[in-house]
């Protein structure tokens, strides 16, 4: 019985698999984003995790909330040898569009834990309305 062993590509695959999967889910978009609607409203959730609020900007233009700022570095003392750095420090930029008018002006945003989280009420035209049979 012969079985056929093909060598490099089952090595090519596993190291796409290995590397490039690793490396590309290293990669993914910072802050990682949430977000749900709701009748009213939307809700959106951002992880910000060692970021301050006076660090975070959020601007709002045409249905879409912008959120942008910057990760700070944290000091790491003269005497200590760095074993592993994974920790990045990053400025950010993410973008999101809504599929309806938001009121902008009634617009919350609240920073806790590392947790963003704003909620966006939609504008009373782009509410869902109920109409009653008689």
């Given amino acids: 019985m012969l079985i056929r062993f093909d060598h490099p590509r089952m090595f090519d695959n596993l ?3 290995f590397v490039v999967g690793d490396f590309t889910s290293a990669v ?3 802050p990682a984003i949430d977000v749900a ?4 409203e939307f809700v959106l959730l951002a992880e910000m995790p060692g970021v301050k609020k006076e660090d975070l900007k959020l601007t709002v233009e045409n249905n879409a909330l912008t959120l942008s700022g910057m990760r ?5 003392p003269q005497d200590a040898r760095v074993l592993l750095n994974e920790v990045r420090v990053r ?4 973008s999101i569009e809504f599929p309806s008018d938001v009121e902008v002006d009634k617009i919350a945003a609240e920073l806790q834990n590392g947790l963003l989280r704003v909620v ?3 504008a009373e ?9 008689q």
Avoid: G, T, W
């Fill in 91 to 94: 400025e950010f930029s993410r």
């Fill in 15 to 17: 190291l796409q698999d």
């Fill in 37 to 40: 609607e709701h009748e009213n």
């Fill in 28 to 30: 993914k978009s910072f």
């Fill in 125 to 133: 035209r782009a509410r869902v309305k109920r109409i009653e049979i």
């Fill in 72 to 76: 700070k570095p944290y000091e790491i």
């Fill in 120 to 122: 966006l009420p939609k």
